[in-house]
């Protein structure tokens, strides 16, 4: 016999919309780390936990970014730590969520450990480069924490829907998911060492396909890593777009996903155009995470639907 949720409707509601705001504040933390970044602020607190050894610090432009993503920080870990507490009280029968909600759990705890080496070890580039794989493995666990249902819902439906997916399309997908995460993180480390936006024009780099010099090699090799990953998510998409006709929320997530990352590759086309600025760049860094976000939804309704659903207000699943 199938287990239901110990929780009530409402708690149930309470914990999703809770989770929703964690996921939100993280988007947010990762966007506001990249503006820190670009902007130089990111030694403008030389230590940790507190700043220049004050609990409110000066009043100066660079500090209160960096404070600010501190901020953001600690309110991350709150809505996330109060996600858990409401999973255990009202999802606790449902692995998918307590397993994404422990996940999501030490992934802050990690993140907030290696952000305040970071600061401690100046900077190193592999420190940050880690922080931000750590910041994108935690939305992507709030994200399956969110869409996941109680346990043993539909179980008919899903088997029906999941013998539809067939290898190439995980394959593919898999791919396309693992491909946006390294793409993000190579993205982190081409800004880091200063190559962000050596190139002008695009898709050619100073109107060749590959200049001499290991700063246009760097730089170049960024553009042709998105090229292929776009290739496996938008086949995804294709893919999703197709099972849509049997369940209809994918077709929006296939669009949302593809949408999110032309969008993404369109603002990197627009900074090699007129040239980088903060705003460019966190709306660039939006992008490649929201992509990498959707993707992770789309893939989890495309292969798990009864599982991973949408719910409408009155507690119905969305088809």
């Known amino acids: 016999m199938p287990q239901v949720a110990v929780g009530t409707h409402a708690g149930q509601a309470r914990y999703r919309i809770v989770t929703l705001l964690s ?3 993280a988007i947010a933390q990762i966007v506001l780390g990249g503006v820190v970044r670009v902007t130089g602020s990111g030694d403008a607190c030389p230590d940790w936990p507190l700043c220049h050894g004050q609990i409110i610090p000066p009043f100066d432009y660079h500090i209160w970014l960096e404070f600010t993503h501190r901020l953001v920080a600690t309110a991350v870990g709150l809505l996330v730590l109060a996600s858990l507490v409401l999973a255990w009280r009202h999802y606790r029968t449902s692995k998918p969520v307590m397993l994404a909600m422990s996940a999501s759990m030490v992934l802050v705890v990690a993140a907030a450990i290696l952000g305040g080496l970071t600061v401690l070890s100046e900077l190193s580039w592999w420190t940050r480069l880690i922080h931000l794989g750590l910041a994108e493995l ?80 760097i730089h170049m090799i960024h553009r042709y890593m998105v090229a292929i990953v776009a290739v496996f998510v938008f086949r995804a998409c294709i893919a999703a777009w197709k099972r849509g006709v049997a369940l209809a929320q994918l077709r929006w997530m296939a669009v949302l996903t593809a949408g999110f990352l032309m969008i ?46 949408v719910r409408t207000k009155r507690g119905r699943t969305a088809a």
Request: proline fraction near 6%; charge should be neutral.
């Open 264 to 309: 993404e590759i369109g603002v990197g086309a627009f900074t090699a155009w007129l040239g980088s600025s903060p705003f460019i760049a966190a709306l660039h860094l939006t992008f490649a995470t929201l992509s990498w976000v959707s993707m992770v939804l789309m893939m989890a309704v495309h292969f798990d639907p009864g599982t991973f659903r």
């Open 23 to 25: 996921l939100i504040a």
């Open 138 to 217: 935690t939305v992507a666990a709030l994200a399956i924490a969110w869409l996941a249902g109680p346990p043993g819902d539909q179980p008919g439906r899903s088997q029906s829907l999941e013998s539809k997916a067939s290898r190439r399309d995980r394959t593919m997908a898999w791919a396309g998911l693992a491909g946006l995460l390294v793409v993000i993180l190579y993205g982190s480390y081409m800004v880091g060492v200063g190559y962000g936006a050596i190139c002008s024009g695009w898709p050619l780099c100073l109107g060749e396909r590959n200049p001499a010099g290991t700063p246009f090699l």
